[in-house]
């Protein structure tokens, strides 16, 4: 079965970074999209960033691009999201999503998410 675990969240100041990892297992992914969202309380889940396992097709919500870098290691089975310049309003639960296939928004696997919170 799949499983993804995120890991890599907490509390960061404006302006600051933060690296996201998602351990990924049970496959070998070699045909999967990768992707991450984000969800803040109330609000419905939201696309940040997507790329295929191979290492291409990456992607990015408007309102993180420039400042988000997503990754992959296939050794470590292990997708990153390199979060710069974070502001307040990146504050969200993040989760590490896998689909077997090429869509970039519908996701079958999750992961538990990880806490980012942002502070003035």
């Known amino acids: 079965q799949v499983q993804l675990v995120e890991s890599g969240g907490g509390l960061v100041q404006a302006g600051g970074s933060l690296r996201l990892s998602c351990l990924a297992s049970g496959s070998t992914f070699s045909s999967y999209t990768m992707g991450w969202f984000r969800q803040a309380p109330g609000k419905e889940r939201e696309f940040v960033a997507a790329?295929?396992?191979?290492?291409?097709?990456?992607t990015y919500a408007d309102s993180v691009k420039g400042r988000f870098t997503i990754s992959r290691d296939a050794t470590l089975n292990t997708v990153y999201l390199q979060m710069n310049s974070l502001k307040p309003e990146d504050t969200a639960v993040y989760y590490c999503?896998?689909?077997?296939?090429?869509?970039?928004?519908?996701?079958?696997?999750w992961g538990q998410g990880t806490q980012v919170t942002v502070s003035s």
């Open positions: 999503a896998a689909t077997n296939g090429c869509s970039y928004v519908n996701y079958d696997y």
């Open positions: 790329m295929r396992w191979s290492g291409g097709g990456k």
